[in-house]
C-alpha cells in the first residue's frame, strides 16, 4: 500500500525542463527547504560515489545501450540513483520542507521506454513513501529541444533512434511526459509551464507548495 508523506514534495518534468535550475534557485533563496537530488551540486562529499555512477553511467553505458550493456544492466544502474533519493528522504528531518528531484517516476518511466515492461524491482519502488504533492515543470518537445543544444546535448535515454533528431527526441519526450504523469495519476499533481525567467518559475512553485500548509 503506498503511504503519503508529510513535508515531502517531488519536481518532476520532460528533459530539459529546468529542474536543476529550480532546485539551485530554491537553494539559494530559501535555505530552510531540503532540496534531495542526484546532481553533484547536492550531494554530500560521503555520496560522491552517486556522482561518478551517474557519470559513468552517461559516459560508458548509454551510449553502448542494447550493444555491450542490456537495458537491465542499465536499470540496475539506475536504482543506485532511486535508493539513495528514497534513503534521503527517509534519514532527513521529516518535519522540514522537502523537494525532490523526480524520484523513482522519470527514471521509472524510461527504463520501460528503453523495453522494459514489468521489471521486479519497479515493484519495490512503487513501495517506497509517496510525496504530498507533485509539481510537474512542464515543457514542450521543441523548446526542450532547443534547450538541448538541437540535440547536443543528450543522451541515448532521451530520444528514440540511434543519433538524436528532433522528430526522435520529439517523439520520446511526449511519451516520456505521458509515462511520467500516468505514474504520479494517483497523487495532487500541479503542471506548471517552465518560464524563461528561473526565478520567476521557482517563486511559483514555491507558492504552490507553501498552498499545502495553509
Given at each position: 500500500?503506498r503511504?503519503?508523506?508529510?513535508?515531502?514534495?517531488?519536481?518532476?518534468?520532460?528533459?530539459?525542463?529546468?529542474k536543476?535550475?529550480?532546485?539551485?534557485?530554491?537553494?539559494?533563496?530559501?535555505?530552510s527547504?531540503?532540496?534531495?537530488s542526484?546532481?553533484?551540486?547536492?550531494l554530500?562529499p560521503?555520496?560522491?560515489?552517486?556522482?561518478?555512477?551517474?557519470?559513468?553511467?552517461?559516459?560508458?553505458?548509454?551510449?553502448?545501450?542494447?550493444?555491450?550493456?542490456?537495458?537491465?544492466?542499465?536499470?540496475?544502474?539506475?536504482?543506485?540513483?532511486?535508493?539513495?533519493?528514497?534513503?534521503?528522504?527517509?534519514?532527513?528531518?521529516k518535519?522540514?520542507?522537502?523537494?525532490?528531484?523526480?524520484?523513482?517516476?522519470?527514471?521509472?518511466?524510461?527504463?520501460?521506454?528503453a523495453?522494459?515492461?514489468?521489471?521486479?524491482?519497479?515493484?519495490?519502488?512503487?513501495?517506497?513513501?509517496?510525496?504530498?504533492?507533485?509539481?510537474?515543470?512542464?515543457?514542450?518537445?521543441?523548446?526542450?529541444?532547443r534547450?538541448?543544444?538541437?540535440?547536443?546535448?543528450?543522451?541515448?535515454?532521451?530520444?528514440?533512434?540511434?543519433?538524436?533528431?528532433?522528430?526522435?527526441?520529439?517523439?520520446?519526450?511526449?511519451?516520456?511526459?505521458?509515462?511520467?504523469?500516468?505514474?504520479?495519476?494517483?497523487?495532487?499533481v500541479?503542471v506548471?509551464?517552465?518560464?524563461?525567467d528561473?526565478?520567476e518559475?521557482?517563486?511559483?512553485i514555491?507558492?504552490?507548495?507553501?498552498?499545502?500548509?495553509?
Amino acid at each position: 500500500m503506498r503511504t503519503t508523506h508529510a513535508g515531502f514534495s517531488v519536481l518532476l518534468g520532460p528533459d530539459y525542463a529546468g529542474k536543476s535550475s529550480v532546485m539551485s534557485e530554491f537553494a539559494r533563496a530559501s535555505p530552510s527547504w531540503r532540496l534531495i537530488s542526484t546532481d553533484e551540486g547536492f550531494l554530500e562529499p560521503a555520496h560522491a560515489l552517486i556522482g561518478r555512477l551517474r557519470r559513468d553511467l552517461a559516459v560508458d553505458v548509454l551510449p553502448s545501450l542494447g550493444r555491450d550493456y542490456s537495458p537491465e544492466f542499465t536499470a540496475s544502474l539506475l536504482q543506485t540513483a532511486v535508493v539513495h533519493l528514497r534513503d534521503r528522504i527517509e534519514e532527513g528531518d521529516k518535519a522540514a520542507p522537502t523537494l525532490v528531484d523526480s524520484y523513482y517516476y522519470k527514471i521509472l518511466a524510461k527504463c520501460r521506454l528503453a523495453g522494459l515492461r514489468d521489471n521486479p524491482m519497479f515493484t519495490w519502488w512503487r513501495s517506497f513513501p509517496q510525496p504530498r504533492r507533485v509539481v510537474f515543470l512542464d515543457v514542450s518537445p521543441a523548446a526542450a529541444w532547443r534547450r538541448s543544444g538541437n540535440g547536443a546535448a543528450t543522451n541515448r535515454l532521451e530520444y528514440y533512434g540511434e543519433r538524436p533528431d528532433r522528430a526522435g527526441f520529439a517523439a520520446f519526450q511526449t511519451r516520456l511526459r505521458r509515462l511520467m504523469l500516468d505514474e504520479v495519476s494517483h497523487l495532487p499533481v500541479t503542471v506548471i509551464r517552465a518560464r524563461g525567467d528561473v526565478v520567476e518559475t521557482a517563486q511559483a512553485i514555491r507558492e504552490v507548495l507553501s498552498d499545502e500548509d495553509r
